[in-house]
């Protein structure tokens, strides 16, 4: 057992943390899990890579974490096409969540691609897939931090169309929402 795994048994062992069935939990339940991993990875890494002041150090961070970066990130993920059926099912199913709020700074479309994510990474992480969290954090951590340095924030490097049938969906929601 690698002291990543150690550690985190460690933890769940002394909070009395229980298993969750991931099939069965609410897709926010998943994102709002996912939300504080990705934070917590993002946290560090700013720390680590943009020394300065506590307030300098947060709004770094609110850059890389805010709705239009995560939605960047699936973008580029799924244009990748590195996540597995599965994966892509737990992000659908949290994108498609009806949400009751969404970020004032993003559209609805980032705001459900950015709670998609958010249910992946949660996902990932109680299932215990902690090479894959990892490996998909580290690839949108990069992603960002390339989109920053090459053009000064983080922005679209160009427009990221996702599958046919990501849109489709996208778009259907939107006009519901809007009716």
């Known amino acids: 057992m690698s002291m990543t795994e150690s550690f985190i048994k460690l933890y769940k062992e002394k909070l009395d943390l229980k298993a969750v069935d991931v099939q069965t939990t609410s897709p926010l339940i998943l994102a709002y899990i996912g939300d ?11 720390v680590t890579h943009f020394p300065g002041s506590i307030n300098a150090i947060n709004r770094k961070k609110t850059e890389f974490v805010c709705a239009h970066a995560q939605s960047e990130i699936m973008g580029y993920v799924i244009a990748q096409d590195m996540l ?7 992000y659908r199913r ?5 949400s009751v709020t969404h970020s004032k700074n993003s ?4 705001y459900r691609r950015a709670t998609g994510f958010e249910a992946l990474i949660g996902y990932l992480y ?3 897939q902690y090479e894959r969290l990892l490996e998909i954090e580290a690839l949108g951590i990069h992603h960002l931090r390339e989109l920053h340095d090459k053009y000064g924030k983080i922005k679209h490097a160009e427009k990221t169309e996702l599958p046919d049938s990501d849109n489709a969906s996208d ?3 939107m006009a ?3 009716s």
């Open 36 to 46: 504080c991993i990705y934070d917590f990875a993002v946290r560090e890494y700013v």
């Open 107 to 110: 559209s609805i479309q980032e």
């Open 84 to 90: 597995t059926s599965e994966e892509m099912s737990i």
């Open 94 to 98: 949290g994108r498609n969540q009806k």
């Open 171 to 173: 778009s259907e929601e």
């Open 126 to 128: 109680l299932t215990e």
């Open 176 to 178: 519901s929402e809007e």
